[in-house]
């Protein structure tokens, strides 16, 4: 499977961005592609036949998005930022635990709590919401 994302480049020239993941793609990066890259309308998907699949627009991925909470979208970006969640709680003032509870939905991310962690992790605050 082949997976193609054109985004914005984030330097001032304007140019467009493009990476491709291939391979046995695990479930967890296509989702993660799409909330990340939530700006690209289309992630095309390319299968051993060639044929091109709009991802976002199939049961799976409305599946995977429906079951995906906020605490996910946390854990993902801690995890990928190689953060422990003491480090995290660290940086934007909150006890551990506080962190442990919005990752496992035992507590809810607020908007004032989502402007933090978008900070910290360097990410839209929106992502959290």
Known sequence: MQVLVKVPHTLESGRMGEFRITGDVPVFYLDLTKRLFRSVKEIPVKDDGEELIEVSKTDWF????????????LR????M???????????IGVKPRQISDMEYGRAPIGKK????????????????L
Request: avoid cysteine.
């Open 113 to 128: 709590m989502a402007i933090k962690l978008g900070e910290a992790l360097n990410m839209n605050y929106k992502h959290f």
């Open 62 to 73: 409305r599946e995977m998005e429906a079951k995906t909470t906020p605490g996910d979208v």
């Open 76 to 79: 993902s970006l801690r995890t």
């Open 81 to 91: 930022r190689e953060m422990r969640q003491s480090e995290l709680a660290t940086k």
